[in-house]
């Protein structure tokens, strides 16, 4: 089944268990953590948000100490062995959470609970900011190899998730052009893809601030891909002027970029908007219909903006304003330009 799929039909039934598996909640989790680690003390557990599989996790209190554990017996055995694998990779790198437990058989995993900084608004704009963000790019790119999985490549994930959506019969979303969209882009940097140890999911709240560094959490899409894409998402969620992202991306190949890599960037943007679109429409087959009546904002807007992403109708709104982004850009002579530019090289 296409990994992809799979991952969307598992969202459905992560919460199913079957016989002989235990019942997970907030009691047994504060149990697993107290005996994995041989705590004397008392120890409490709250459900978090998980992952989009939906995979069990929870903060786990022991003291003042804080944990997460995650339970992964919802994946298949080998599934088990790659993330705790590269979980433990990050761990070591230092650029994801640290590691205290993993048990493969029992599908559970005790790591460090990393606590968000708030970022104000005024150094969301700091030179500082974006040369963390590029540091953290390089420690993950430039560690030991992921396992390679051909499905995880965004230029394959997009289009099976477009294919899910149309078979929900997801008619008013222009995804037969974003598809077209995926295809050219494609096409074009191919010849230039490389191969190197990606996140492939570095949206907002996978990118945890710690006031001197920014860590990483959640591995599941983590593979072997080309690092643009990684860039694009973390420059799609923090750089709201083009200097920000001229700072990223200068910092992250340690001198000024060339032509050929601005023009990269801004392909593999488009895909970073189009990646994210996409997966929030999954999230609301129920509100899609909606979509053509929908009077929506800028992209420039949405900076402006404060919306609450849990709602349904916010996410199709955000969805929405990413589309309408990248179709016309794709109408833009940058993008003519650009395209050119990768068919050169």
């Not at 010849?191 to 907002?204: A, E, G, K, R, T």
């Amino acid at each position: 089944m296409n990994y992809w799929i799979k991952r969307l039909a598992t969202a459905f039934l992560s919460t199913l268990c079957s016989c002989g598996t235990p019942h997970i909640d907030k009691k047994y989790a504060a149990k697993v953590v107290k005996d994995a680690l041989s705590l004397s003390c008392d120890v409490t557990a709250q459900k978090l948000s998980g992952g989009f599989t939906g995979a069990p996790l929870f903060k786990v209190t022991a003291d003042t100490k804080h944990y997460v554990v995650r339970f992964l017996m919802h994946k298949t055995k080998k599934e088990r062995e790659r993330e705790i694998a590269i979980l433990q990779i990050a761990s070591k790198g230092d650029y994801g959470p640290h590691v205290y437990f993993a048990d493969v058989n029992r599908g559970v995993v005790i790591m460090e609970f990393l606590q968000q900084q708030p970022i104000e608004q005024q150094a969301r704009q700091a030179d500082s900011l974006h040369r963390l963000l590029a540091q953290l790019l390089q420690k993950i790119h430039q560690g030991p190899a992921f396992e390679a999985i051909e499905e995880r490549n965004v230029f394959n994930a997009i289009p099976a998730i477009i294919q899910n959506l149309q078979q929900h019969g997801s008619c008013n979303v222009p995804l037969k052009k974003l598809q077209d969209i995926v295809t050219i882009i494609h096409q074009a940097v191919a010849p230039s893809l490389i191969s190197v140890p990606c996140h492939n999911d570095l949206h907002p709240s996978n990118l945890i601030f710690l006031v001197n560094c920014f860590k990483a959490i959640d591995y599941e899409r983590a593979a072997q891909a080309d690092p643009y894409f990684d860039i694009a998402m973390v420059a799609y969620a923090y750089c709201e002027k083009p200097e920000n992202e001229r700072i990223l991306l200068s910092t992250y190949l340690g001198r000024q970029p060339t032509e050929i890599e601005i023009a990269k960037l801004y392909l593999f943007k488009q895909i970073a908007w189009m990646y994210c679109a996409v997966c929030f429409l999954t999230m609301i087959p129920d509100h899609l219909a909606n979509y053509d009546a929908l009077k929506v904002s800028t992209y420039a807007d949405l900076w402006q903006e404060r919306i609450d992403l849990e709602k349904p109708e916010h996410k199709l709104k955000f969805a929405k304003v990413l589309i309408n982004h990248v179709i016309a850009n794709v109408a833009s002579q940058g993008f003519a330009n650009a395209i050119e530019l990768l068919h050169r090289k």
